[in-house]
């Protein structure tokens, strides 16, 4: 059977990754949480002191140090899911922390981030037969992509459940600092210059606000059928 690309966008914590990831198991494919690239770029940035104390980004050094920002993806038996690793060291913890999520949106906006990481994805899903999730992978990564979802839920529900996950991990957050960086993040990704996030003409749309997890797996799993067959 052919194995299609299937690219699955949205806002900040709707589900993306739970869905993208728990689809990739079931019908085989390889899962690639393009989130995670930028996070790793993110986390460079915090580690070599290139963030200003204002937020922005010292963008002549980034540039200049890019060739050294290498991320890759190993699979971890245990969560059942690909960990993230920067320059060989895994990072999959440090880069879900409320402090890389507070700078990574003003780094993903810039666009010679954008175009390396672009990059690397298009290389990852030349073969097909591969689940990415993000911002712009139905618009820019992978327009001809066979399969786009896009995918919502109401603000305070995706805060909660980026609040609950954090506190999983033994993270104090404060709820309305979550939400305020989810709506920070969701502004700034709608409104950059190069490959904003919105909804492809041709994506699905889905909004899982009050649907539980084997829900919205099973409803991707049905769209998946349906273009396999189609
Ligand atoms: O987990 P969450 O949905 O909150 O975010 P993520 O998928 O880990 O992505 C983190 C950030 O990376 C987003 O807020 C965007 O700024 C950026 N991003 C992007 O610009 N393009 C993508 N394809 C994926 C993420």
Redesign the pocket.
């Known amino acids: 059977m052919k194995k299609i690309t299937i690219a699955i966008?949205?806002?900040?914590?709707?589900g993306?990754?739970t869905m993208a990831k728990d689809l990739a198991r079931e019908i085989g494919y390889i899962y690639i949480?393009?989130?995670?690239?930028?996070?790793c770029c993110?986390l460079f940035c915090m580690q070599r002191g290139l963030v200003n104390p204002d937020g922005t980004i010292q963008t002549a050094e980034l540039e200049r140090l890019m060739p050294e920002i290498h991320v890759s993806f190993r699979f971890n038996a245990e969560t059942g899911r690909p960990d993230a690793y920067l320059n060989g060291v895994c990072v999959e913890r440090e880069?879900?922390t409320m402090e890389v999520?507070s700078h990574?949106?003003p780094?993903?906006?810039i666009p010679f981030v954008?175009a390396a990481?672009t990059a690397q994805?298009q290389a990852m899903g030349r073969e097909g037969g591969i689940v990415?999730?993000?911002?712009?992978?139905g618009t820019?990564?992978f327009p001809h992509a066979e399969l786009k979802i896009f995918v919502t839920a109401s603000d305070e529900i995706?805060a909660q459940r980026?609040y609950d996950e954090l506190v999983a991990k033994g993270e104090k957050p404060d709820f309305n600092a979550v939400l305020a960086n989810?709506r920070e993040?969701?502004h700034?990704?709608s409104t950059?210059a190069v490959?904003p996030?919105r909804q492809a003409e041709d994506a699905l749309v889905l909004d899982n606000s009050h649907m539980t997890i084997p829900e919205q797996k099973q409803w991707l799993i049905d769209r998946y059928k349906e273009r396999i067959e189609d």
């Open positions: 966008d949205g806002h900040s914590s709707c993306k990754s949480d393009s989130g995670a690239m930028y996070r993110t880069i879900r999520s990574v949106s780094v993903a906006a954008r990481m994805q990415m999730d993000g911002r712009d992978i820019a990564v995706r980026r989810l993040r969701d700034i990704d950059r490959a996030l």
